[in-house]
Every structure is written in C-alpha cells, then in structure tokens.
C-alpha cells in the first residue's frame, strides 16, 4: 500500500463555509447511523441469545423427560399361548 491508495489531505482553511457545513452535516449524518446500527446490532444480540436460550432449554427439558420413561426398561417378550386342541 502507498500513498496512491489515500485520498489526498485537504486544507481546510482553503474551504468554504458552505462547505464546512456540509462536512460537519454529512457527519452528523454518519454518528446517527453509526449509533442506529449499534442499537439494532444489540437487539439482534439479545434476540439471538433468548432463542438460543429457548432452544437450549427445549433440548435439556426433551433429554431430561426421556430419561425419566421407564415403560421400556421392563419389557418383556409376550408369552406364548400355547392353544390346545
């Protein structure tokens, strides 16, 4: 990277307040937008962490009620009836 990849510095006294105006504008611009994506990257933070929450939860709670069905743990093969003639 050189110097041919930098804009080229400005010298501000050489600008007009017209100028000025619209720099400090397209700045103010740009802070509002800055903050408003910092909200929105939050909320969507938030949202991920309750609904990988959620999930986590559903995936213990399901393992956990597993766990606790015993009606297989005493299965037994069904006796044969033997049919007298």
Partial sequence: ????DRMPKIDVAKLRPAEIDFIRYVEKQN???VEKLKKVRRNNLLTAGIIG???L???FY???AVKQETFLD?????????EKQ
């Fill in 1 to 4: 990277m050189g110097d041919s």
């Fill in 31 to 33: 802070k509002e937008r």
């Fill in 53 to 55: 929450c959620g999930v």
């Fill in 57 to 59: 939860g559903i995936y």
């Fill in 62 to 64: 399901s393992m956990y």
């Fill in 74 to 82: 005493d299965f037994e093969e069904p006796r044969k009836v033997i």
